[in-house]
């Protein structure tokens, strides 16, 4: 039974662990240069997209919003 197996035995707990353990190794090496990971990541996606000015971009099925106050500014409730 998988009930009784320990949680580092499960593949989910694994793969998190191993996503954390990127995460910070590629954390501390940016921060080193200034850039926080996640705004690698974008940077990283506007080359890979030929700096497409869309609002949204493509992240191997995951969309980044690039702007979150959109819709307030569609809506008129928030100015640039």
């Given at each position: 039974m998988t009930r009784n197996r320990p949680i580092n035995?499960?593949?989910a707990y694994l793969l998190?662990?191993?996503t954390r353990q990127v995460h910070?190794?590629?954390?501390?090496e940016f921060r080193s240069e200034g850039v926080p990971v996640e705004q690698w990541r974008i940077l990283k996606l506007l080359?890979?997209?030929?700096?497409?000015p869309d609002e949204r971009?493509?992240?191997g099925g995951e969309?980044?919003?690039m702007r979150p106050c959109a819709r307030k500014e569609?809506?008129?409730s928030r100015r640039r």
């Open positions: 035995e499960h593949i998190a662990q191993a910070q190794q590629l954390d501390e080359v890979e997209q030929n700096g497409r971009l493509d992240a969309e980044i919003n569609a809506r008129g």
